[in-house]
């Protein structure tokens, strides 16, 4: 016997949703035949055009090398151009190109509508509650690290 009953671990209840978030989004956004690590860069590119590497890893909530591997990918396929910096040489800017602007559109038509259904689950006063819950627990596993 544990320590603490399964059902009560909220940690189960949050991978759970994860899982299930990640798999609706990786199915809406293969026509676009990018997975969701890449549609998030391809994305947070969109708004911010030329943030660096370390920045865009941050703003999608993965590990440096991983953004390495994610960014390879997508300049492989002409997705995205890579560019040093007109001051920090060392700094490479990052852009989509405007396959990756087609690329992006397509895969983000597919995540709004997950969003979209997932919000309609919901009242405007239960989302708003959800999403405060979800940013105590981000909050308190953060200060846990």
């Not at 690590?37 to 993965?62: D, F, H, I, N, T």
């Amino acid at each position: 016997m544990t320590s603490m009953p399964v059902e009560q671990r909220i940690g189960s209840y949050l991978k759970r949703a994860e899982q299930a978030l990640v798999g609706a989004k990786n199915a809406a956004v293969k026509p676009a035949a990018v997975t969701v690590p890449q549609y998030a860069a391809l994305l947070w590119l969109s708004e911010k055009p030329g943030v660096s590497a370390a920045s865009l890893a941050r703003l999608c909530g993965v590990t440096p090398p991983t953004m390495n591997t994610v960014l390879k990918n997508l300049v492989e396929r002409g997705l995205i151009e890579r560019t040093p910096h007109e001051l920090h040489r060392n700094v490479l800017e990052t852009r989509l190109t405007d396959e990756g602007r087609s690329a992006m559109e397509l895969a983000d038509a597919g995540a709004v509508s997950v969003e979209r259904a997932l919000a309609a689950e919901f009242s405007d006063e239960e989302r708003e509650l959800l999403i405060g819950l979800l940013g105590r627990c981000a909050g308190v596993l953060d200060a846990l690290r």
